[in-house]
């Protein structure tokens, strides 16, 4: 994946920041390679307007939201209502992309390989630990699995990745509700911890054996190779961005706009397949920089959203903008 150098964007903009306005930014890494392109073609339109978003994780970026020190936060998990209660400057949750959690794995020789639910729930349950256990030799008949120690790999950073995941693991596996259950950072009983979507991209490339969940993108953009997922209808699934656009399709959002496609019923879906939300003060102090916020994120909403499937994202559905929009609207 190529990696944006953002001290080069600060020196090529430098002087036209005399009057502009600098934006800081930080939180989920499942969305940063998006968030980052988007403030380098935002830039070279609006060179006044610079934005560093810094890939730190959905727990540091929400706690660097409330305490104020970003302009704006992102967060896979959303907030909590007892965080936006907290918030000294009032919260406003704008959904801004969408995307898909898949399962990387390094086997070499071994592609297309199919996790039922039961498998994928057993692996992170730890009770799965040979590639040629019969839970995954069962849906891949005539594949020549290993026997080889499954090492699974896990985010050791508060994650929003990591809360979606296990979101989906705890709706399909009552036992991994009830050992494990669901949060931003939760005890694996096996394996390593990876920090951020990088980390863990990094643990299964230079281990053969290992297997991890990551943004789709992430996956994409370092050639990883990826399983099918068993859904709720029984389909196993490739994910893509049409598979994902299949769960998100699923799925109305309500009013707070906070919802995740946790286990979609249309046969077709990817079911592992999340919004990303970013985190606007509701009052700033000062209106340049309001507005500048504003600006900035309703380009991403509009112009930006093509950039999405490139780098490994869905576009959101019109709706979703149109709500996106509105909440946008009543930043100040």
Known sequence: MKKLILP????????????GQQLSGAGATFPAPLYQR????????????QVNYQSVGSGAGVKNFLQGVVDFGASDAAMTDEEIADAPRGAVLVPATAGSIVLAYNLPGITNLKLSRAALAGIFLGKITKWNDPAIVGANPGMALPDRPVNVAYRSDGSGTTYVFTQHLSAISPEFDEQIGFDKSVAFPAGIGGKGNEGVTALVKQAPGTIGYVEYGYAEQNGLTVASIENKAGNFIVPTPESGAAALASVELPENLRIWPVDPTTPDAYPITTFTW?????????PAKAKALKDFVSYGLTEGQSLSVQLGYIPLPEAVVSRANKALSSVE
Do not use: H, R, T
């Not at 080069?8 to 009057?19: D, E, I, K, L, Q």
């Not at 988007?38 to 307007?49: D, F, G, M, R, T």
């Not at 970013?278 to 000062?286: E, G, M, N, P, T």
């Open 8 to 19: 080069a964007v600060v020196f090529a903009v430098g002087v036209s920041m005399v009057n």
């Open 278 to 286: 970013i985190l606007l003060a509701k009052k700033y102090d000062d």
């Open 38 to 49: 988007w403030a380098v073609e935002y830039n070279k339109q609006v060179p006044s307007i």
